[in-house]
C-alpha cells in the first residue's frame, strides 16, 4: 500500500502490475528525451545569430519532423497494444470470485465453493484496532490463494462502482446489469489494499477493499473452515 511520501507506483504484486510499471517507465523516458530536446532547441533560439533570407521552405526537414514523431508513437503504441490484449488474456483460472458493489460496500462470492457469500464493510475510526488502517480496514477480508490464476466478475446493484486493488494492476468497473471480469496472478503473500474509484454517491470514500495473500494450503483450509 502507499505510505507518507511515496511518489511512486506502488510495488507490484502481480507480472501484470510488473509490466505496468515497466510501461510507465518507457513511456516517461521518451517523454523526457522529448522535453530535453524540445527545450535545448527552444533556448538555443534566444543566441541564435544567423539568419537566412532565402530559406521559405524545406521538404527535407518536413519530412522529419512529420516521420519522427510518427516513429516514437510506434514505440509506445506497441508495447501498449500487447499489455492491453495481456490484461485481458484469461488463462484457465483455479478460482473464481465474484465481486458485487453496493452503496458503500462490497460482497463477494467464492461459487466455486459451495457458493461461500460475505459482506465486507468498511471499519469505522472508533472500532479500529491500533494496528489497523484508517478508511482501508474491513471486517471481512477476501482471501486468495497465491500463485494461482484468479478470475474476477465484478457487476453493481445500485450505481456504477470500480473494483481497484493498485498494487495487483487491477481496475474493473461494476455496471447494474452487466458483469465484467478480469484476471490476475498473485506472486507473494500479503495484504493488498484498494478502494472503489468511482465517484458512486455520498459515501464514495468509504467503501475499500482488503485481499488477504496466503499460500494454496492455507487457503484451502479457510475454505474448509467456512464450509463447515
Known sequence: MSTWANLGLQDSASPLMEQLIFFHDHALLILVMITVLVGYLMFMLFFNNYVNRFLLHSQLIEMIWTILP??????????SLRLLYLLDEINEPSVTLKSIGHQWYWSYEYSDF????????MIPTNELMTDGFRLLDVDNRVVL?????????VTAADVIHSWTVPALGVKVDGTPGRLNQTNFFINRPGLFYGQCSEICGANHSFMPI??????????IKWISSNNS
Open 70 to 79: 510518427a516513429i516514437i508513437l510506434l514505440f509506445i503504441a506497441l508495447p
Open 210 to 219: 482488503v485481499i488477504e495473500s496466503v499460500p494454496v494450503n492455507y487457503f
Open 114 to 121: 459451495n457458493n461461500i457469500e460475505f459482506d465486507s464493510y
Open 145 to 153: 490463494p497465491m500463485n494461482s490464476q484468479i478470475r474476477i466478475l
